[in-house]
């Protein structure tokens, strides 16, 4: 037997549901849990489907404290965010030839063998395609700007608070450097695509131009071989026709048909020559 309260209770802290115990419900048990454990797989692919994508950060930082403070509040906030830790510029640049497929580097922007925007400087020299982020204690206005213009995707001041905000930051820069990816990607696949779509319309061209000189070339023969061809013939009918005597009707309707023929043959064959003719 149940109760109410017990019912909702349970179904409250996430019981997929509630049966008491008669002979109608036992029957019904196995349809009841066929469908809690497809609930259940449908709610965790769900909730996989819905997780952030990991995430493999080069931190740059020299000093133990902020990278310690960093990393706490990534694993409260945003534990997909795994981090590569370097203190210089030259260990990140290590790091980087070893591991070109960092998803973002977020550096300091004051470092103890240069700084974040050398660091950033020499990254793009090498020809690695990474989004940056810089960090600094103390901002100014013209650092955000060379910052921005070499290439960083942000430029954060180091502010009360700033580390709830630097997960979205990182986010934000990564997607929008996906999204440059995949924009020149697409570009790409476009120039492509229209210089195949080029080379096919003049391959038609020329293919259409070569079968008209054919078309060309064919009509001509046709008109100038068997046209003087057959009118040789002709000629040579007429030839014959004025030595037959009168007498001789048999042959002079023979040849007068025969006339009739060629006569009939050289319209057909002027005709296939203008239709081979490419028109004008």
């Given at each position: 037997?149940g109760?109410?309260?017990?019912?909702?209770?349970a179904l409250?802290?996430g019981?997929?549901?509630?049966?008491?115990k008669n002979?109608?419900?036992?029957?019904?048990?196995?349809e009841?849990?066929?469908?809690?454990?497809?609930e259940?797989?449908?709610?965790?692919s769900?909730e996989e489907t819905l997780?952030p994508?990991?995430?493999?950060?080069l931190?740059?930082?020299k000093?133990?404290?902020?990278?310690?403070?960093?990393l706490?509040?990534?694993?409260e906030?945003?534990p997909?965010?795994?981090?590569?830790?370097?203190s210089?510029?030259?260990?990140?640049?290590?790091?980087?030839e070893k591991t070109?497929?960092?998803?973002?580097?977020l550096?300091?922007?004051?470092?103890?063998?240069?700084?974040?925007?050398?660091?950033?400087r020499?990254?793009k020299?090498?020809g690695f395609?990474?989004?940056f982020?810089i960090?600094t204690g103390?901002g100014?206005?013209?650092t955000?700007v060379a910052?921005l213009?070499?290439?960083?995707?942000?430029?954060?001041?180091?502010?009360?608070?700033y580390?709830?905000?630097?997960?979205y930051?990182?986010?934000?820069?990564?997607?929008r450097?996906?999204?440059?990816?995949?924009?020149?990607k697409?570009n790409e696949?476009?120039k492509e695509?229209k210089?195949a779509?080029?080379?096919?319309?003049?391959?038609?061209?020329y293919?259409?131009s070569i079968?008209e000189e054919e078309?060309?070339?064919?009509?001509?023969?046709?008109?100038?071989?068997?046209?003087q061809?057959l009118?040789g013939?002709?000629m040579d009918?007429?030839?014959m026709?004025?030595?037959l005597t009168?007498?001789?009707?048999?042959l002079?309707?023979k040849?007068i048909?025969?006339k009739?023929?060629?006569d009939?043959?050289?319209?057909?064959?002027?005709?296939?020559a203008?239709?081979?003719?490419?028109s004008?």
């Open positions: 037997a109760s109410e309260e017990i019912v909702v209770q409250r802290i019981a997929s549901d509630y049966i008491t002979q109608h419900n036992i029957d019904a048990l196995p009841v849990l066929r469908k809690a454990i497809y259940f797989q449908l709610k965790r769900s997780l994508s990991p995430r493999s950060i931190f740059v930082e000093y133990s404290a902020e990278i310690e403070n960093t706490n509040k990534f694993k906030t945003a997909h965010f795994s981090f590569t830790l370097a210089t510029t030259q260990e990140a640049l290590s790091h980087i070109p497929s960092f998803d973002l580097i550096t300091d922007l004051r470092l103890p063998d240069g700084s974040g925007l050398e660091l950033l020499e990254v020299h090498r395609h990474i989004p982020i960090i103390r100014d206005e013209e955000a910052a213009k070499l290439g960083a995707y942000d430029y954060v001041v180091k502010r009360d608070n580390l709830a905000q630097l997960p930051s990182m986010e934000n820069a990564i997607s450097y996906q999204l440059q990816i995949l924009n020149t697409l696949e476009l695509r210089a779509e080029d080379a096919l319309r003049k391959l038609s061209v293919l259409q079968r078309r060309t070339s064919i009509a001509r023969e046709i008109h100038d071989e068997l046209g061809a009118t013939l002709k009918l007429v030839w026709t004025k030595r009168t007498d001789q009707t048999i002079t309707d040849i048909s025969m009739k023929i060629i009939e043959t050289i319209q057909t064959v002027r005709k296939i203008t239709e081979l003719r490419p004008s």
